[in-house]
């Protein structure tokens, strides 16, 4: 079974910076892309970026692009997410997945628990 766990979320300040972790395990880690995705409160989960493990290309949602950067270390099964600039809108419990849009996410239904980040304005 595929499973993800996120991890690196906290609380910090606008314009401060988080890192977030997502160890994923079940799955021949070469040749998938993997998500990261964010549900804010009380809203329904969006997609944030997304990397190929194949090439390391990675796509970015507009409201994240400049700011975000993702990687991946193949040899440890895990996935990255460099936050910088934080802004308040940022603040959502974040979770990785396979696949870059929430429908394909969605379907396969492999959600870790999440990990918080609250940006304090």
């Known amino acids: 079974e595929v499973q993800f766990v996120e991890s690196g979320g906290g609380l910090v300040q606008a314009g401060g910076s988080l890192r977030l972790s997502c160890a994923v395990s079940?799955?021949?880690?070469?040749?998938?892309?993997i998500g990261w995705f964010r549900q804010p409160p009380g809203k329904g989960r969006e997609a944030v970026s997304c990397i190929s493990t194949s090439d390391g290309s990675t796509n970015y949602a507009l409201s994240v692009k400049g700011r975000f950067t993702m990687s991946s270390d193949n040899a440890k099964n895990m996935v990255y997410l460099q936050m910088t600039m934080l802004k308040p809108e940022d603040t959502a419990v974040y979770y990785c997945a396979i696949g870059c849009s929430e429908t394909v996410a969605g379907l396969i239904g492999s959600w870790g628990q999440g990990t918080q980040v609250t940006v304090s304005s």
């Open positions: 079940g799955l021949n880690f070469d040749g998938y892309s």
